[in-house]
């Protein structure tokens, strides 16, 4: 199997892991998943949600998103600030292309990858990661079957 093929298929998985991450969100207009991937080690996650010691409501009565709410890729990103862990050159899978202020963390945090399952309205989080030379790509994580295992 080339290498091409072989990342793209460990970018499938990793990125339905990042969907099944965002199940732990407890937020009800959009839950987001999202993993920090180097060297094929998950080196961080994050759903989208509340800060710590706040209670687990990510919207209002009128069903608006908190201002407070954090963003899954800026979870991931700040847990690497309180671990050991280092994010140069690393790939970041998340269910939803990111925003403007999460393309900050990401460029700042050194990750040189972004795939992402979902497209957004907003292109400008996307645009900024590009002009970053950050690569980045758009994936369906149900795009392909998933290959079998290989003998043992």
Known sequence: MELNEKQ???DQRYLRMARIWAENSYCIRRQVGALVVKDKM???DGYNGTPSGFENVCEDENNVT???VLHAEANAITKL???SNNSDGS?????????????KLIIQAGIKRVV???QYRLTDGID????ANIEVIFMNPDSQEEPESPEK
């Open 8 to 10: 793209r298929k460990l």
């Open 42 to 44: 998950i080196i961080s």
């Open 66 to 68: 908190k201002p407070y």
């Open 81 to 83: 600030a309180r671990s």
């Open 91 to 103: 790939t970041l899978y998340v269910t939803a292309s990111p925003c403007i202020e999460c393309a």
């Open 116 to 118: 992402y399952g979902e």
């Open 128 to 131: 900024l990661l590009r002009r």
